[in-house]
C-alpha cells in the first residue's frame, strides 16, 4: 500500500490502538472491582483513556496532524468551552 | 447586482486555512459547532449527575457490552471511510463504493442495535420521565444524548450514501474527490463523540 501521497498514516495501527484503549477502558470501568479501586482514579483513567482514543481520531483518522494548526484551534474551542461550562457550575455541586 | 460581483471577485479563490477547499473549511467550523452541541450536553448531564442524590451506576442499568460491540462498529466503520478515501485517492473508484458501503453497513448495524437497547430500556421501565433505579434525569440525559448521536449516525448513513450513489457513477478521481473527504470528516466526528458517550454515559 506504499502509494506516494503527502500522508503516511498507519490506518490499521490506529485502529488496534483505539480497540486496545476500548478493551482497557471497558476493564477499567467495570463495576465489580471492589471498595479498592477509588472512584476518583477510575474517573481518571477513564477520562485520559477517552480523550487519548478521541484525539488519535482527530489527529489521523480526520487528519489533524497534518493540517495547518490554526484548524486545531478551531477544534479546540468547542473542548475550552465544555471545561470552563463544568467549571462555572461546580460551584453549585 | 455589480456590488454581489465585486464581493464575489474579491473572495480569494483558496482558503488559508485548507487549501484544498473551503468545503472542508465550512464542515470543520460545522463541526466545531456541532462539538458545543454535544459539549453541553455532556457538561448538562456532569452537573445533573454531580448534584443528584440517587444518581444509579449506569454500568447497572445499561448493558455495557453490547454497547462495546457499537463502540468497537463505530470504530471499523471510521477504518473502511479512510481506506474508502486511501482508494479514490490513488483513483481506484471500485474500492471507494465498496468501502462506502461497509462504512454504511457498520452505520446501520449501529442504529439497529441503538433501536434494539432502547426497546430494551423502554420496556425495563426507563424512560424521559421515569427511571426505576433511581433519578429521573438519568432517563432524560441518556435518551437525550444517545438519540442526539443516533440522529447524527443516521444523518451519516444517508450522507454516505448518496456519496457512494455518486461515486458508484464514477463522480470522483484521484484528482477530485473532496466530498468525500469532508463526508468522511463528518463520519469520523460522529465516531469521536460517541467515543466520548460511551465513557461518559455508559462507562463513568
Redesign the interface.
Known sequence: MAHSHSQHVNYMAIFWWLLLLTILEIAAGYPSAGPSYPHLLKGFLLVVMAVTKAALVAMYFMHLRFEKVALGYIAMIPLILCVFVVLMTLPDF | MSQAAAAHAAEPAET???PESWGK?GM??F???D??S???L??GY??MR??SKNWP?P??VLG?GLT?FM??LL??S??T???GL?AI??GDQKSLVKFLGLTVLGGVLFLGMQAYEWTHLIHEGLGLTQNKWGAAQFGTTFFLITGFHGMHVTGGVIYLSIIAWQGSKGAYSAHSHNAVEIA??YW??V??VW??V???V???
Do not use: E, Q
Open positions: 488559508p486555512l485548507t473549511l470543520w467550523v463541526l466545531a459547532g462539538a458545543m454535544f459539549g453541553t455532556l457538561a456532569a452537573i454531580g448534584t451506576v454500568a447497572g455495557i462495546a463502540t468497537f470504530i471499523c471510521s477504518v471511510m479512510v481506506k486511501d485517492k490513488r468522511g470528516l469520523h466526528f465516531d469521536l467515543i466520548l460511551f465513557t461518559f455508559y462507562l463513568l
